[in-house]
């Protein structure tokens, strides 16, 4: 009966919630992607350089209200350790926050949201998550 975080999607329980969701994790041709269900259909998928190295992930946080509960669940995770670390970064420091709070309608504190996130790897390390997508309801 009270609010709950769910860290990562490769559970079942976090595939089954998120599944009715704009932005939804899934396989593309044995690869981790990140999908965009309206149309066009963005696809998102870990970046690597010429030597296999990667250069950029992505992740995904999705706060949804439980309909049983009333209470708020946040899901959140990334493609790869890169977007998960990401998206941790963001939830904890309110500075990545300001330009998306631009963007968004004045009552989403009382609405469902998925923020997708991109964090640029560099020298195996996570760096600023960026926002390329969100989508509140």
Known sequence: DAPMILLGFNNRLNQDVARQFRFTFGQLHNLKVMTDKTPPGRVWS???DPAGHTVADYGLISRVVNAETG???VQAGG???FGTRGVG???TNSQYWGRLLQDLP???PSRNIQIV???KVVN???GVPEVVSNHCW
């Open 89 to 91: 970064e963001f939830l």
């Open 79 to 81: 493609l790869a350790s």
């Open 46 to 48: 870990i970046e690597v």
């Open 124 to 126: 195996n390390s996570t």
């Open 106 to 108: 004045r009552d989403w």
């Open 71 to 73: 209470q708020f669940v």
């Open 117 to 119: 996130i991109r964090v």
